[in-house]
């Protein structure tokens, strides 16, 4: 059986500069509002867990305001669509091991699977990942984890 730990940290705010502890780290992220998970992501190279939950992402999480009612207009200007996601949305970082980090693009689709972000798109309606996989979450879990330890099955 493959296992990861995911240690998870946050919430963080997406405003901030990235935080110390996960600076450089790879693993997955969880973006949330409210008790929600708009997106569940994968860092495996380069940027680290916060830089790639943050670059490119805000139009994706606005809409995931909008799907939660939370923000109600036709997309904004850039000034006001990061506002709005700065103040509704955080960020949860799962850390793996180096050891681990094969096995996180897995973990991304079991947890994409269990809990159903709204805006994941794919691996919602079925598991495509190793049969054989356990994911174990530690730490301060993200809205709608509720689950120390998932598998497929």
Known sequence: ??????????????????PREIRGKKGLYATASGS????????????GIFREAKEGRLPTYWEGLKELKIV????????KLQDDVFKNCFLYAGVASREELPHVEGAEKL???KIKPIRNKEYIKRY????????????????????RILSPI
Not at 1 to 18: A, C, E, F, K, V
């Open 111 to 113: 947890l994409i699977y």
């Open 1 to 18: 059986m493959d296992t990861i730990t995911l240690n998870w940290s946050g919430p963080y705010s997406l405003n901030q500069t990235t």
């Open 72 to 79: 109600s207009e036709e997309k904004p200007a850039w000034y």
């Open 36 to 47: 929600r998970i708009i997106f569940v992501g994968k860092a495996l190279h380069g940027k």
């Open 128 to 147: 495509e990942g190793p049969a054989s996989l356990q994911l174990i979450n530690g730490g301060n879990l993200p809205p709608g984890l509720a689950q």
